[in-house]
């Protein structure tokens, strides 16, 4: 399958998940004439050598992204690497991983009993890049449990692999001038944007403001019964002087879009 192609899937799989994505995309296409350039896609895994984000990054590689710098995150216990293509045209790639060892003895041994479920067969075809859970769904308790513990965690183990967020490039638009102004329409058509670290996080001193939605509920089958809990968010990129990169501060904060309660 040919990159853009792809990309293009990862797109229909998650707005289509996630109808209130589309509900905020047709609020910025109703103000905005130039076309909507998404600046990144973001996608979660764990430090499972089976699952590793240098596992999920392979696709990408091979079709021409290249992986541009490490971040880490001590207070979320993540690490994360993000890649650039050769094509300016086509966005960011950013690929976050929580680590394990970092947690109690019982979220790992879920975590890695539900990553021994997963053909390691499926993990070469990039469709499981957008594919959801690949193993059986684990059951609501567990899930509130291990939300105690992480967002993050529960967050993957409920959703799987789908892109977690796309991103508005507001750098590219025309009539919206900065994020406040995005972040204000957005609030005053019912959207909650994500508070944590303020709305909007990062600085033109920095290179990079962000500000994103907080994700809405959405069913998703546990094996249980179906329960509502958060889905994915849209998030929305200002870049200054040619900034490529991410701050991990910033992104701190931006990774709580998921959560039930941001944390200020």
Known sequence: ???????????????????????????????EPNKIINDHIALRTFNHKKINRHILSKYFVENGYKPIED??????????????????????????????????????????????????????????????IPWNPIDFETYKNIQKESDYASWVLAMGYIANHFTVSVTDCSYFKNLSQLNNYLKENGFEINSS?????????????????????????????????????????????NFNGFITQSANHIFESTNEKTEN
């Open 197 to 241: 670290g303020g709305e909007i996080k990062g600085s033109e001193k920095q290179g990079l403001e962000q500000s994103s939605i907080m994700s809405k509920e959405i069913l998703v089958d546990f094996s249980d019964g179906l329960y509502n809990v958060p889905g994915c968010y849209y998030e929305f990129a200002y870049r200054y002087n």
């Open 71 to 132: 971040l880490f995150f001590t207070k979320k216990k993540l690490k994360a690497t993000y890649y650039i293509h050769s094509n300016p045209s086509l966005p960011r790639i950013f690929i976050s991983e929580l680590l394990l060892e970092n947690f109690s003895d019982s979220l790992q041994q879920i975590i890695n009993k539900k990553i021994e479920e997963i053909d390691a067969e499926l993990i070469s075809n990039p469709i499981f890049l957008s594919s959801g």
């Open 1 to 31: 399958m040919k990159i853009e192609d792809f990309l293009i899937k990862m797109w229909k799989d998650y707005s289509e998940l996630n109808p209130h994505i589309i509900k905020v995309l047709q609020l910025i296409k109703n103000k």
